[in-house]
């Protein structure tokens, strides 16, 4: 299994549960700890949804499932040793990059991904402690998707109620000195159409000391819709347009039919300019812009890739070379694309699982040398991450959280996770 992240595990443990045919699970992760997006990409205020972490620690503690962090697919193993170690390859890798808008400006400083400003927030060790400062006083968030509301959330909620989170400390401190006052959330279509879900839409307009501004109008046209989601989602819009501001020091701004048009200013963004449906335009100020249009699969060299859609093609989650079945087997946002929220993947394991299952006659007559891909990339240097060491940074973070007095403070850089982990090296 390539990817430690909720898709990966929910397969390992769908494989590891059924009885038809005996199996053993090997998980590689790029990073020294599991959990992929539950850990770099749900909101640390999103406290429920981390819990989940342990049912999948559960499947990592299974007898017959192994976990080896910081070893990368490409650097230091290949696709032709894993194959040749193993009798079913399944890459659940993710979505690691995100698109982008095409506008002029877009380059400028202040101009960022949301994908990025989630990393900084979540203590991924890839990103920079210092990525973001938040100095800017208005921000402008694009897209009309969950992320875009957790990113708009994190910047207008009080770092207080953050405090008792896993947030890293260097975040906490940078959200104490933000400058943000006013937070655009900015779409190219109406709110009929906003892909966010009814539960992390209502938290925005739960925030202590943040009011939020819709204009009513946006609301006109919508019709009836039938789905149920779109249906609850209006009602909170409904809500928020019928508010007045109370005074509150921070405002999220709605801003529907509003198509990013070019990012402004000289050295760095000082507005975003959108376009509206009649043609007509309107400046947003915004020293910070963080584009929120979607994550987007990496290409991974020796692997079918398609393009248009970022991800690798599938058909019933096998990967299909020249036709034929090779032994790899694809899920999760790599597979299908960024959609679906993490417990789509426990549903869809179930599928991956039984494709293996189904082959699994001819996937025991490859021939194969097990435990040929570790050695392999153990021979060039890597130094993988086991499960026990995976437990020492669990426990040493957890040590940190006494000092701020709550259940975990992340290691958010790559010297204090590996030095926590203290990783197998060769010989
Ligand atoms: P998303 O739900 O696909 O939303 C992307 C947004 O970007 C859409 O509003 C889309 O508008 C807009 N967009 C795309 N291209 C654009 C362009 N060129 N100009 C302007 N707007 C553009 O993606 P996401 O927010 O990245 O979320 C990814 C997945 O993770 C989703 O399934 C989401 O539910 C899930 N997630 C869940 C949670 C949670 O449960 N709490 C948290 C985070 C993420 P159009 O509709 O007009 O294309």
Same mark, same amino acid.
């Given at each position: 299994?390539?990817?430690?992240?909720?898709?990966?595990?929910?397969?390992?443990?769908? @494989?590891?549960? &059924?009885? +038809?045919?005996?199996?053993?699970?090997?998980?590689?992760? #790029?990073?020294?700890?599991?959990?992929?997006?539950?850990?770099?990409? $749900?909101?640390?205020?999103?406290?429920?949804?981390?819990?989940?972490?342990?049912?999948?620690?559960?499947?990592?503690?299974?007898?017959?499932?192994?976990?080896?962090?910081?070893?990368?697919?490409?650097?230091? @193993?290949?696709? !032709?040793?894993?194959?040749?170690?193993?009798?079913?390859?399944?890459?659940?890798?993710?979505?690691?990059?995100?698109?982008?808008?095409?506008?002029?400006?877009?380059?400028?400083?202040?101009?960022?991904?949301?994908?990025?400003?989630?990393?900084?927030?979540?203590?991924?060790?890839?990103?920079?402690?210092?990525?973001?400062?938040?100095?800017?006083?208005?921000?402008?968030?694009?897209?009309?998707?969950?992320?875009?509301?957790?990113?708009?959330? $994190?910047?207008?909620?009080?770092?207080?109620?953050?405090?008792?989170?896993?947030?890293?400390?260097?975040?906490?401190? =940078?959200?104490?000195?933000?400058?943000?006052? +006013?937070?655009?959330?900015?779409?190219? *279509?109406?709110?009929?159409? =906003?892909?966010?879900? %009814?539960? !992390?839409?209502?938290?925005?307009?739960?925030?202590?000391?943040?009011?939020?501004?819709?204009?009513?109008?946006?609301?006109?046209?919508?019709?009836?819709?039938?789905?149920?989601?779109?249906?609850?989602?209006?009602?909170?819009?409904?809500?928020?347009?019928?508010?007045?501001?109370?005074?509150?020091? #921070?405002?999220?701004?709605?801003?529907?039919?509003?198509?990013?048009?070019?990012?402004?200013? /000289?050295?760095?963004?000082?507005? @975003?300019?959108?376009?509206?449906?009649?043609?007509?335009?309107? /400046?947003? !100020?915004? &020293?910070?812009?963080?584009?929120?249009?979607?994550?987007?699969?990496?290409?991974? /060299?020796?692997?079918?890739? +398609?393009?248009?859609?970022? %991800?690798?093609?599938?058909?019933?989650?096998?990967?299909?070379?020249?036709?034929?079945?090779?032994?790899?087997?694809?899920?999760?946002?790599?597979?299908?694309? =960024?959609?679906?929220?993490?417990?789509?993947?426990?549903?869809?394991?179930?599928?991956?699982? &039984?494709?293996?299952?189904?082959?699994?006659?001819?996937? *025991?007559?490859? /021939?194969?040398?097990?435990?040929?891909?570790?050695?392999?990339?153990?021979?060039?240097?890597?130094?993988?991450?086991?499960?026990?060491?995976?437990?020492?940074?669990?426990?040493?973070?957890?040590?940190?959280?006494?000092? *701020?007095?709550?259940?975990?403070?992340?290691?958010? &850089?790559?010297?204090?996770?590996?030095?926590?982990?203290?990783?197998?090296?060769?010989?």
């Amino acid at each position: 299994m390539i990817g430690a992240g909720p898709a990966g595990i929910y397969v390992a443990d769908a @494989l590891v549960e &059924q009885t +038809d045919v005996p199996a053993t699970v090997d998980i590689f992760d #790029r990073l020294p700890t599991p959990f992929g997006l539950l850990r770099y990409g $749900v909101a640390p205020d999103h406290l429920k949804m981390k819990s989940m972490s342990r049912t999948l620690q559960r499947t990592l503690d299974h007898d017959n499932v192994r976990f080896f962090g910081n070893i990368e697919l490409g650097r230091d @193993l290949t696709i !032709e040793e894993l194959l040749g170690d193993y009798h079913a390859v399944i890459y659940a890798f993710g979505a690691a990059t995100d698109r982008h808008l095409g506008i002029p400006g877009e380059d400028l400083p202040g101009s960022d991904s949301a994908r990025h400003f989630v990393s900084w927030y979540c203590g991924d060790p890839d990103t920079a402690p210092d990525a973001f400062e938040l100095t800017a006083k208005s921000v402008a968030v694009i897209g009309l998707g969950n992320v875009a509301l957790d990113a708009a959330r $994190v910047l207008a909620r009080d770092p207080e109620e953050l405090a008792p989170t896993d947030v890293p400390d260097n975040v906490l401190d =940078a959200l104490r000195r933000s400058a943000v006052t +006013d937070v655009h959330i900015v779409g190219r *279509r109406g709110p009929q159409h =906003a892909k966010f879900t %009814t539960k !992390e839409l209502r938290e925005i307009g739960e925030l202590a000391g943040v009011d939020v501004l819709m204009d009513p109008a946006a609301l006109d046209d919508v019709g009836e819709p039938t789905e149920t989601v779109v249906r609850r989602n209006l009602e909170v819009f409904r809500d928020w347009a019928g508010r007045s501001p109370t005074g509150a020091p #921070r405002r999220i701004h709605m801003h529907f039919f509003s198509r990013p048009a070019a990012m402004l200013g /000289d050295d760095q963004v000082e507005a @975003l300019r959108v376009e509206h449906p009649d043609g007509s335009t309107t /400046d947003i !100020e915004a &020293q910070l812009v963080l584009r929120s249009v979607g994550y987007r699969g990496v290409r991974l /060299d020796g692997l079918p890739f +398609d393009e248009e859609s970022g %991800t690798v093609p599938t058909a019933d989650s096998r990967v299909r070379r020249d036709g034929t079945a090779s032994g790899e087997y694809a899920c999760g946002w790599i597979s299908r694309g =960024a959609t679906g929220v993490i417990g789509t993947n426990r549903h869809s394991a179930q599928g991956t699982m &039984q494709s293996v299952i189904a082959d699994a006659d001819a996937l *025991r007559r490859r /021939d194969t040398k097990p435990g040929s891909a570790l050695e392999a990339a153990m021979a060039r240097g890597a130094r993988p991450v086991t499960l026990e060491g995976w437990a020492a940074i669990d426990a040493e973070e957890i040590a940190r959280g006494k000092v *701020r007095n709550n259940p975990r403070v992340k290691l958010a &850089q790559w010297e204090e996770l590996l030095s926590a982990a203290n990783p197998v090296t060769k010989g």
